[in-house]
């Protein structure tokens, strides 16, 4: 069974307030990952890291900034909410050696900007 | 390059019937495919992969896929629908290099009716 973590699961907040999204595994796995999920579309990659102190952009441009200071910990920050970040944020996990691609995710974050 | 096309946003069965749902993908290099289960308000759950192994794969809860490289599709089936398996699935492709990046559909909801 996966063991990765997000909080909080559910977020309402107000335009320009900063938030951050937390996600924590136990697995020990190097790669992490930030998908943004919207009803009807595919799963967007906006963030991941191979490793402390490594994050990148991913397909999709996301205002959202993420650190990696700690192997089993990848939090995502927003500095100012606006309604256009509304959406669901998922975070998952990959391990790097002995693996065949397959991701393991949280529960994800929900995040309704008002 | 590669993409992954489901066809069917929402696929209605009867509980007992036949579940088919449809994958198709495209990969420059030979692929790993993977399908997911999302239950509502919740992350997404492996529920089988192909790895170049079997060609025929088995998951949990009684689905199943078969890879058919000439037809480069990876379809879903499980032969007798229950209550239980309404839920959103996602078909993901992954290369099999060191990168793996892995490319999602937009998921196929599937209803179960009683």
């Known amino acids: 069974e996966a063991d990765i973590y997000q909080t909080p699961r559910y977020l309402v907040i107000g335009t320009g307030k900063k938030i951050t999204l937390e996600c924590s595994q136990t697995?020990?796995?190097?790669?992490m990952y930030w998908y943004q999920q919207d009803p009807g579309m595919e799963l967007h990659l906006i963030h991941y890291?191979?490793?402390?102190?490594?994050?990148e952009k991913g397909d999709l441009s996301s205002e959202s900034t993420v650190s990696r200071i700690r192997t089993e910990h990848f939090p995502l920050t927003l500095e100012s909410a606006r309604p256009s970040h509304t959406s669901q944020y998922l975070c998952a996990s990959k391990a790097t050696t002995g693996n065949t691609g397959e991701l393991f995710f949280g529960e994800g974050s929900r995040l309704t900007v008002l | 390059a590669q993409s992954v096309t489901q066809l069917g946003s929402h696929v209605s069965v009867s509980e007992g019937a036949l579940v088919l749902l449809r994958c198709n993908y495209s990969s420059s290099v030979p692929p790993y495919l993977f399908w997911y289960v999302q239950y509502p308000n919740q992350g997404l759950q492996l529920l089988l992969k192909?790895?170049?192994?079997?060609?025929l794969v088995k998951g949990i809860n009684g689905f199943e896929a078969e890879f058919k490289k000439s037809e480069t599709s990876f379809h879903l089936t499980k032969p007798s629908a229950h209550m239980s398996d309404a839920a959103e699935y996602f078909c993901?492709?992954?290369?099999?290099?060191?990168?793996?990046?892995?490319?999602f559909g937009i998921g196929t909801k599937l209803q179960v009716i009683p």
């Open positions: 890291s191979y490793g402390v102190n490594s994050t």
């Open positions: 697995m020990g796995h190097d790669k």
């Open positions: 993901a492709v992954s290369d099999s290099g060191g990168y793996q990046k892995v490319t």
């Open positions: 192909y790895t170049s192994a079997a060609t």
